[in-house]
């Protein structure tokens, strides 16, 4: 086992020959302290083998997380000027006009997204842990193209961990950092996802023969011994004895990943409510029909008990025409049912009974038989989401409601009444409750 650090050439070949005399002085000139922090780290068990078995598991999960943020983003209609952030020039990806069906659709994308970045949590630290010592090596880079990896290396680290802290933070509504969310952790995503495949291109082969060597996971605590010296490091120069096996190590963090996963499925499996304890839309509030989550309540949306008592009037506008409805006129016009999932950006959803008129019914009323979008206004003068535009699309769809009951009762105050918006796939967050204006345009 070797216990001197490599030899200035490094694994990338000899130092190229302007910057030699750079790597050769940062060689000489060591911190104080720089070869005991290197000495420190010495669990046998590290290696490109474990290390590499966390990375498959990233690289398999990693994307699936990205791609269902990027959908969620098309979500919530971009076109109106409703998604968030807004203007995000060149970074801007192709959109569409999200679809209705399947009704769960927009359930799955964002109970993926938050659930499963929730799971990697210890994947994500048990990879850190197995390459912690790369961050105390001196010098940092013996060549270019070490600096490259490095520069990825840490917009990697950097990237993912705040990606994961501030979406733990956002969907416990504590918003410690000073900064918008949506923003942040949009170009965050941007910055760690280019990171990501740069750090990808440059250690698949790596990755690859380690896992094609011996397969350390199969050994046991007490035949655990260090993998061979690594071009990369990872091995302890002076390892201690084996505390746990690699088997071992790789349960503890699977067991922690399964934990996490019982704790959270249940914001979006309804059978499962209560076991999501992490989160706090997770329990049920009652046992009555309206009982489910609610993520901003008529007290916070400030909507008065007078807005929504019997002088309350919907106001349909299209067509050159207004008309005007109370509620007692609403129940009164055909009444549709239909079983439809509500999903929020924190991750939780639920589905429930919904009972209310047609969306495609109402505009007909002002003769909008096919409008090209729909602008919901609510009651509520405050919040980012205080109106919605919904598409043509989401409008005709023949289970977009305006719903009136839920569960065969009257909606209650925290769930919309007197009205409020449900479409399939539809994000929560434009489920506008406390409606009391939709414009249809086209």
Same mark, same amino acid.
């Given at each position: 086992?070797?216990? !001197?650090?490599?030899?200035?050439?490094?694994?990338?070949?000899?130092?190229?020959?302007?910057?030699?005399?750079?790597?050769?002085?940062?060689?000489?000139? @060591?911190?104080?302290?720089?070869?005991?922090?290197?000495?420190?780290?010495?669990?046998?068990?590290?290696?490109?083998?474990? %290390? !590499?078995?966390?990375? +498959?598991?990233?690289?398999?999960?990693?994307?699936? +997380?990205?791609?269902?943020? $990027?959908?969620?983003?098309?979500?919530?209609?971009?076109?109106?000027?409703?998604a968030f952030p807004g203007d995000v020039g060149w970074l801007h990806p192709p959109v569409f006009d999200w679809p209705t069906r399947p009704a769960w659709l927009f359930r799955v994308t964002?109970?993926?997204?938050?659930?499963?970045?929730?799971?990697? +949590?210890?994947? +994500?630290?048990?990879?850190?842990?197995?390459?912690?010592?790369?961050?105390?090596?001196?010098?940092?880079? @013996? !060549?270019?193209?070490?600096?490259?990896?490095?520069?990825?290396?840490?917009?990697?680290?950097?990237?993912?961990?705040?990606?994961?802290?501030?979406?733990?933070?956002?969907?416990?509504?504590?918003?410690?950092?000073?900064?918008?969310?949506?923003?942040?952790?949009?170009?965050?995503?941007?910055?760690?996802?280019?990171?990501?495949?740069?750090?990808?291109?440059?250690?698949?082969?790596?990755?690859?023969?380690?896992?094609?060597?011996?397969?350390?996971?199969?050994?046991?605590?007490? @035949?655990?011994?260090?993998?061979?010296?690594?071009?990369?490091?990872?091995?302890? @120069?002076?390892?201690?004895?084996?505390?746990?096996?690699?088997?071992?190590?790789?349960?503890?963090?699977?067991?922690?990943?399964?934990?996490?996963?019982?704790? %959270?499925?249940?914001?979006?499996?309804?059978?499962?409510?209560?076991?999501?304890?992490?989160?706090?839309?997770?329990?049920?509030?009652?046992?009555?029909?309206?009982? =489910?989550?609610?993520?901003?309540?008529v007290a916070a949306a400030g909507v008065t008990p007078a807005q929504t008592g019997p002088g309350w009037r919907l106001t349909l506008r299209g067509g050159g025409r207004t008309v005007t409805?109370?509620?007692?006129?609403?129940?009164?016009?055909?009444?549709? %049912?239909?079983?439809?999932?509500?999903?929020?950006?924190?991750?939780? !959803? %639920?589905?429930?009974?919904?009972?209310?008129?047609?969306?495609?019914?109402?505009?007909?009323?002002?003769?909008?038989?096919?409008?090209?979008?729909?602008?919901?206004?609510?009651?509520?003068?405050?919040? $980012?989401?205080?109106?919605?535009? $919904?598409?043509?699309?989401?409008?005709?769809?023949?289970?977009?409601?305006?719903?009136?009951?839920?569960?065969?009762?009257?909606?209650?105050?925290?769930?919309?009444?007197?009205?409020?918006?449900?479409?399939?796939?539809?994000?929560?967050?434009?489920?506008?409750?406390?409606?009391?204006?939709?414009? =249809?345009?086209?």
């Amino acid at each position: 086992m070797p216990t !001197s650090p490599p030899s200035p050439a490094g694994p990338d070949g000899p130092p190229s020959a302007v910057p030699a005399r750079l790597w050769r002085g940062l060689d000489r000139h @060591r911190p104080p302290g720089a070869d005991a922090v290197a000495r420190a780290w010495r669990s046998p068990v590290r290696g490109p083998w474990l %290390t !590499s078995v966390f990375g +498959v598991v990233l690289l398999a999960t990693l994307p699936l +997380v990205i791609v269902t943020g $990027l959908l969620d983003w098309i979500a919530y209609g971009p076109r109106f000027g409703q998604a968030f952030p807004g203007d995000v020039g060149w970074l801007h990806p192709p959109v569409f006009d999200w679809p209705t069906r399947p009704a769960w659709l927009f359930r799955v994308t964002q109970g993926l997204h938050v659930t499963l970045g929730i799971v990697l +949590v210890p994947v +994500v630290l048990g990879k850190l842990w197995s390459v912690v010592p790369k961050l105390f090596d001196w010098p940092p880079a @013996r !060549s270019a193209a070490q600096v490259l990896e490095r520069l990825s290396l840490l917009l990697l680290v950097g990237g993912i961990l705040f990606q994961i802290v501030t979406g733990l933070l956002n969907i416990q509504y504590a918003y410690l950092f000073g900064f918008d969310f949506y923003t942040a952790h949009w170009y965050g995503a941007w910055i760690f996802t280019a990171a990501l495949v740069t750090h990808v291109v440059i250690k698949l082969p790596r990755l690859v023969t380690a896992l094609r060597g011996p397969g350390f996971g199969r050994t046991p605590l007490d @035949r655990t011994r260090p993998e061979p010296a690594d071009p990369d490091g990872l091995v302890a @120069r002076r390892p201690g004895p084996a505390t746990m096996s690699r088997r071992g190590v790789l349960a503890l963090v699977g067991g922690g990943a399964l934990l996490l996963a019982a704790l %959270t499925v249940g914001q979006s499996v309804d059978a499962l409510r209560r076991t999501a304890l992490l989160l706090p839309r997770g329990r049920r509030i009652d046992d009555g029909p309206n009982g =489910f989550p609610v993520n901003r309540s008529v007290a916070a949306a400030g909507v008065t008990p007078a807005q929504t008592g019997p002088g309350w009037r919907l106001t349909l506008r299209g067509g050159g025409r207004t008309v005007t409805l109370d509620r007692a006129r609403l129940l009164a016009l055909a009444q549709h %049912t239909a079983t439809l999932p509500i999903a929020c950006v924190e991750g939780w !959803s %639920t589905a429930q009974t919904w009972t209310g008129v047609r969306l495609r019914d109402l505009a007909a009323l002002v003769g909008a038989s096919a409008p090209a979008a729909a602008r919901v206004r609510s009651l509520e003068r405050g919040g $980012l989401f205080r109106q919605a535009t $919904l598409q043509g699309n989401q409008v005709t769809d023949p289970d977009a409601l305006l719903a009136l009951r839920v569960n065969g009762v009257d909606l209650s105050p925290d769930h919309g009444y007197p009205a409020r918006i449900i479409v399939p796939a539809l994000p929560g967050v434009h489920c506008t409750k406390w409606v009391e204006e939709i414009a =249809f345009d086209g």
